[in-house]
């Protein structure tokens, strides 16, 4: 008997697809460019518990619903229905498949929201529900993609897909006025967010696959760009730095052996070909890859290469830490998807502002919060693929 059917109408299932979606959307800057996917578990029409992915390479929504339903005491025999915003995954991503463990749960029904937009995913986790006896249905316009994540529906389009490049998220700190670097007094004259926004920090380099920074930043800041207690990961992203002339100082932090509690991913140094072979050298003499990328931009590396590179490297989550030259570029080149500005409680500052790129800036889906006393925007950015 299919309890869904008798005790739930497609009204009430199209309500806690839109409710899942909402609570789902919450995530969203953790997950993208993956789509922010809510689930529930239901038994006899009532919701057993909830899940969502949460972060980038982490369980999806219906893995974490399972396991919530699991700790909530309610057998898995009356577990009858999983409500679903996004159609289940049916192959082996960075998790295994998620209709393998929704079989394996013994749920009779699934209810989807919105079916995988990637012509070569749709539909075969539905197919695959089915072929191993459950009912499916499929109940479109309560939790639509192009609502929830429109920047998912932008990054499985054909335009992007033809051209391949990482996701990437830049990341940078301002006073109150909008300078990139604080008063010679204050932090050093290099801190000008909070511990609470840099601890921030170190869980957000733990999500991506590699950081992307100038030489610039590592002449001025001399960052280590590790991942430290209490972020953790077993994947630390790997260092790169956009370095045309091999300027990147041998004796740097970059190479300096990880601290107890500290994860540190290889170095790469992206230079202009030909460039001064001793510092070749000696850089891979302390520990650096170095890679030539072929174009040039006004004496700089072409961003378009380094893109391709770092997708060709199998980086396909960036996080771009670095001052205010490769960080424009980077923005007015349209390289940028996704942004986090923490403004900090500082007054005045040196350098160059951002404030008139944000002012022009099409940014999408925005989010103010604090962390600590620093305030955060995330917003998405309507990049053009
Ligand atoms: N507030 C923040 O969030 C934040 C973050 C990081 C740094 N900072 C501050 O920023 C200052 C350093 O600024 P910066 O602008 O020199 O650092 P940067 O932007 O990290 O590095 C700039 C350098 O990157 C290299 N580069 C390679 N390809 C590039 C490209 N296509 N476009 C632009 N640059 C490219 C260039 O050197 P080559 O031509 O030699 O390759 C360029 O001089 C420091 O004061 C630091 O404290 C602030």
Partial sequence: MNMTLHTLNQEALGALLAQLGREAMAH??????????????????EVVAKGFHERWGGPHAEIEALAAAEASGVPPQEWDTLVVTLEPCSTHGKTPPCVEAIVAAGIRTVVVGALDPNPLHRGRGLRFLEAAGLTVHVIQGFSRLEEICPYFLRWTSDERVRRPRPWVIAKWAQTMTGQMSPPEEVGEGR????PESLEQVLHLRSQVDAIVT???????????????LPAKTDHPPARIVLDAWLRTPTDCNLFAPPAPGEVAGPVTILCLPGSNPVRWR??????????????????????????????QAGHRRVLLEAGPTLLRNYLEGGMVDQIRLVTGPVRGG???????????ARLKQTE???????????????VDF
Avoid: K
């Fill in 282 to 311: 000696a850089l891979e003499a302390a520990g650096a890859q170095v890679e030539a990328v072929r174009g040039e931009d006004r004496m700089h590396l072409r961003l378009l290469d380094v893109q391709t590179y770092l997708w």
């Fill in 368 to 382: 103010m919060g604090e962390c600590g006393p620093d305030s955060v925007l995330d917003a998405f950015l309507s």
């Fill in 214 to 228: 100038g030489v610039g930043t590592v002449l001025h800041d001399d960052p280590r760009l590790t991942v430290r």
């Fill in 350 to 360: 040196s350098g160059p502002s951002l404030a008139d790129w944000l002012r022009e």
């Fill in 191 to 194: 801190w000008i967010s909070s």
């Fill in 28 to 45: 969203r800057f953790r997950v993208a460019p993956n789509p922010c996917v809510g689930a529930a578990v239901l038994a006899g029409g």
